[in-house]
T-cell receptor, first 113, second 111 residues
Framework: SQQGEEDPQALSIQEGENATMNCSYK?????LQWYRQNSGRGLVHLIL?????REKHSGRLRVTLDTSKKSSSLLITASRAADTASYFC?????????????FGKGTKLSVKP | NAGVTQTPKFRVLKTGQSMTLLCAQD?????MYWYRQDPGMGLRLIHY???????AKGEVPDGYNVSRLKKQNFLLGLESAAPSQTSVYFC??????????FGSGTRLTVV
């Protein structure tokens, strides 16, 4: 029942570089969310973008949504070692599960000092 | 404001034993969820609740039961633990269409 799928599975960059992660999904959605998970911790909500929005910013984060391609991207600019984490996209379930979120398997980002 | 609190943080069970995981939130959120996270599998929804006194099955409900007797608490029970239930369990809550707030997880090992 996986809805969103992140790409790449793993990404390694140097501090100061930008990191881009992509998410593709299968069915129509009314919103898409991105979460971060530091090793051994719970997920933290980063940003929610609605289907009528094309781009949203939050600090160093930029999220885009292309509903025609059923895809979203998360850009982290000027990355820091503290950005090292796994990043997940999440989309609403479908059918009887529309109130729930379905998470992808995540992109593991490593930012080297 | 503690957010979502999960207890215990770690537990080792023997096959066949039972236990209850507690999730408590102090944000007056209507919706609460239990997920499990396994390597390479992402998060999978076990059970969820849309309000006090309600529960519903998620993607992987077998072997688990839940109860939501009070709005702030969501309990996950394992009736007879199996090694396949070794996982990290996360509770989450939300209000309306906001993002989820997650607890810090319970790492369960069944031997």
């Amino acid at each position: 029942s996986q809805q969103g799928e992140e790409d790449p599975q793993a990404l390694s960059i140097q501090e100061g570089e930008n990191a881009t992660m992509n998410c593709s999904y299968k069915t129509s959605i009314n919103n898409l969310q991105w979460y971060r998970q530091n090793s051994g911790r719970g997920l933290v909500h980063l940003i929610l973008i609605r289907s009528n929005e094309r781009e949203k910013h939050s600090g160093r984060l930029r999220v885009t949504l292309d509903t025609s391609k059923k895809s979203s991207s998360l850009l982290i600019t000027a990355s820091r070692a503290a950005d090292t984490a796994s990043y997940f996209c999440a989309t609403p379930g479908y059918g009887g599960s529309q109130g729930n979120l379905i998470f992808g398997k995540g992109t593991k980002l490593s930012v080297k000092p | 404001n503690a957010g979502v609190t999960q207890t215990p943080k770690f537990r080792v069970l023997k096959t066949g034993q039972s236990m209850t995981l507690l999730c408590a939130q102090d944000m007056n959120h209507e919706y609460m969820y239990w997920y499990r996270q396994d390597p390479g599998m992402g998060l999978r929804l076990i059970h969820y609740s849309v309000g006090e006194g309600t529960t519903a099955k998620g993607e992987v409900p077998d072997g688990y039961n839940v109860s939501r007797l009070k709005k702030q608490n969501f309990l996950l029970g394992l009736e007879s633990a199996a090694p396949s239930q070794t996982s990290v369990y996360f509770c989450a809550s939300r209000r309306g269409t906001e993002g989820y707030t997650f607890g810090s997880g319970t790492r369960l090992t069944v031997v």
